[in-house]
């Protein structure tokens, strides 16, 4: 059975699976659609043309499915999809998209921590970690088992790589490589992620073929325009990391950090 407390409201419209959990005082919104064994904790708040998948938490005073900041907002019901068994901590606030027609998308696995801030229109993929205190402007894209560590921020339209990781109190004004860590105001590629290759299962050698194309982008003579030849001459080697990053510098229209 449903289990909503008798002070939480849950407005006329609202879907909700058989043994969603809705805590004291939360509002659930009239748009919002949300799967079997979700949690919304006492005192959170869905709202907006937002789905929910199965098995999410979403902690007090959390705010899923608010109206885009975008002063292009022109109304309309522009969406939030939100996957499967994601941890949203507490005052984590995440928007819907500015467009009708359009939709903010979390994936799968994810943990957003207290007071994180995801704007409209962001991409994030599985396996993510955004900590406290951190935010994602309007259209930022991130990769799979990315890390934005604590007191971050990414600029509009950014993307950040598979892998890859912003550290603490940073400032992502361009791309992120993936398998890249990026550290500073603004941030720059410091090091290869080796540790989050070791954690998900990478083989040294793996890994000793990301230390070279991070010794080849950053730490080689010559241009990007250069590196990027030498990494094409080399994707034989591993095509799946090569791709990655190759598709990586293709795609950084502003210039990766």
């Given amino acids: 059975m449903t289990q909503i407390h008798p002070t939480a409201v849950i407005a006329p419209g609202a879907e909700l699976a058989d043994d969603v959990a809705v805590g004291a005082f939360a509002y659930i919104g009239p748009e919002v659609t949300i799967g079997s064994g979700t949690i919304v904790y006492h005192h959170a708040s869905v709202d907006g043309n937002t789905s929910i998948g199965e098995k999410n938490a979403i902690f007090p005073y959390a705010m899923i499915g ?55 229109d962001c991409v994030i993929g599985n396996h993510v970690v955004i900590s406290s205190l951190s935010a994602l402007a309007g259209h930022v894209v991130l990769g799979n088992y990315v890390n934005i560590a604590w007191n971050s921020g990414v600029h509009q339209f950014c993307h950040i790589g598979d892998y890859a990781m912003l550290a603490g109190s940073s400032k992502a004004v361009m791309d992120i490589l993936p398998f890249m860590i990026a550290e500073g105001l603004p941030a720059r590629t410091r090091a290869f992620n080796k ?19 991070f010794r080849i982008i950053f730490h080689s003579r010559g241009n990007r325009a250069m590196a990027f030849e030498t990494l094409r001459r080399q994707e034989d080697q591993d095509p799946e990391l090569y791709q990655l990053v190759l598709e990586g510098i293709q795609r950084a229209q502003r210039g990766f950090c």
């Avoid at 608010?66 to 901590?89: C, E, V, W």
């Avoid at 606030?93 to 995801?118: F, Q, W």
């Avoid at 290759?197 to 050698?205: A, K």
């Fill in 195 to 213: 540790i989050a290759l070791e954690r998900n299962g990478f083989s040294p050698e793996r890994i000793d073929t990301v230390k070279d194309i």
């Fill in 66 to 120: 608010g109206q885009t900041q975008d002063l292009k907002y022109k109304g309309g019901s522009p969406g939030l999809h939100i996957g499967d068994r994601n941890i949203f901590r507490e005052y984590v606030t995440i928007h819907t998209a500015t467009e009708e027609g359009n939709c903010t998308r979390v994936g799968n696995d994810n943990a957003i921590l207290a007071y994180a801030h995801v704007a409209h």
